[in-house]
């Protein structure tokens, strides 16, 4: 089996912030049926807002994360469909 190295630093400055998620998150809701799987974003909205209000994380992780001594960044890879790939670049 061949491997490849791959450069994640193009994938870190092509990415967004979570503010910035949530934000384009929100406006999708305003586009109807223009959005793909549109059935789906009022109820995952609700989900997501309910978890921003109600997460409290542990002790355990929030000294976790106090005791980070060099800055990180997190590359969360998911898959998602051509179909949705082409809605994406009419945003």
Excluded: C
């Excluded at 807002?49 to 992780?61: C, G, N, T, V």
């Excluded at 976790?64 to 082409?86: G, T």
Aim: charge should be positive; proline fraction near 2%.
């Amino acid at each position: 089996m061949e491997t490849t190295t791959i450069n994640y630093g193009i994938y870190y400055k092509a990415g967004i912030s979570f503010e910035q998620y949530h934000l384009d998150f929100e406006k999708s809701l305003h586009l109807g049926d223009q959005a793909f799987n549109y059935q789906y974003f009022p109820l995952n909205w609700q989900r997501s807002s309910r978890i921003l209000k109600q997460f409290q994380a542990s002790e355990a992780i929030l000294e976790a994360i106090e005791n980070i001594e060099n800055p990180v960044k997190w590359l969360i890879i998911s898959k998602i469909s051509n179909k949705l790939k082409q809605q994406i670049k009419r945003w």
